[in-house]
T-cell receptor
Framework: AQSVTQLDSQVPVFEEAPVELRCNYS??????LFWYVQYPNQGLQLLLK??????LVKGINGFEAEFNKSQTSFHLRKPSVHISDTAEYFC???????????FGKGTKLTVNP | NAGVTQTPKFQVLKTGQSMTLQCAQD?????MSWYRQDPGMGLRLIHY???????DQGEVPNGYNVSRSTTEDFPLRLLSAAPSQTSVYFC?????????????FGPGTRLTVT
């Protein structure tokens, strides 16, 4: 079965610093990869997705992620974070041919002034 | 469009009670699903549906029932609540088929079982 590992449960950073949130998935022939963000007391919203094509994917709010097939990774990056980026971030994987979305356990990003 | 709506927002149940969490979407999405979110566990799929009349089990289906009689609605039933079902429940929907679309999430229902 497909699995997703988010390597850091909590990431504290200072405002305007760069950040990388790491995500690895178990290998599969074809996968589709997603990052979702959850602000406090809200549902999840899609940040970005990789379906095919260019391995560098840009999303909302200045976030981007790079699909690395050989390392089975899909790390999320932002060059300069804001206080408003404080939230929990979830990596998710859908295996080709499956309807199911498998989520990682989440990374809490805290941006400090 | 209201998107994905969930009711109630909060609920407290006693062990053994039953209840139904409601989920509705107005986007004509074929695919709907229920997740539970627990601290440090991420989101885990409970049940999902690829269209009216079709449902299937996810990762953690025990203790929950679903049915899908219309495209719009996908209620989740707790048959006999247990403290282990204390969680935040999210409903999500998306277009189905072979083309991948993003899942839209509702605001969640926070359930406490005492």
């Amino acid at each position: 079965a497909q699995s997703v590992t988010q390597l850091d449960s909590q990431v504290p950073v200072f405002e305007e610093a760069p950040v990388e949130l790491r995500c690895n998935y178990s290998s599969s022939v074809s996968v589709y990869l997603f990052w979702y963000v959850q602000y406090p007391n809200q549902g999840l919203q899609l940040l970005l997705k990789y379906l095919s094509g260019s391995t560098l994917v840009k999303g909302i709010n200045g976030f981007e992620a790079e699909f690395n097939k050989s390392q089975t990774s899909f790390h999320l990056r932002k060059p300069s974070v804001h206080i408003s980026d404080t939230a929990e971030y979830f990596c998710a994987v859908r295996q080709g041919g499956s309807e199911k979305l498998v989520f990682g356990k989440g990374t809490k990003l805290t941006v400090n002034p | 469009n209201a998107g994905v709506t969930q009711t109630p927002k909060f609920q407290v149940l006693k062990t053994g009670q039953s209840m139904t969490l409601q989920c509705a979407q107005d986007m004509n999405h074929e695919y709907m699903s229920w997740y539970r979110q627990d601290p440090g566990m991420g989101l885990r799929l409970i049940h999902y549906s690829v269209g009216a009349g079709i449902t299937d089990q996810g990762e953690v289906p025990n203790g929950y029932n679903v049915s899908r009689s219309t495209t719009e609605d996908f209620p989740l039933r707790l048959l006999s609540a247990a403290p282990s079902q204390t969680s935040v429940y999210f409903c999500a929907s998306s277009y189905g088929g072979t083309t991948l679309y993003e899942q839209y999430f509702g605001p969640g229902t926070r359930l406490t079982v005492t």
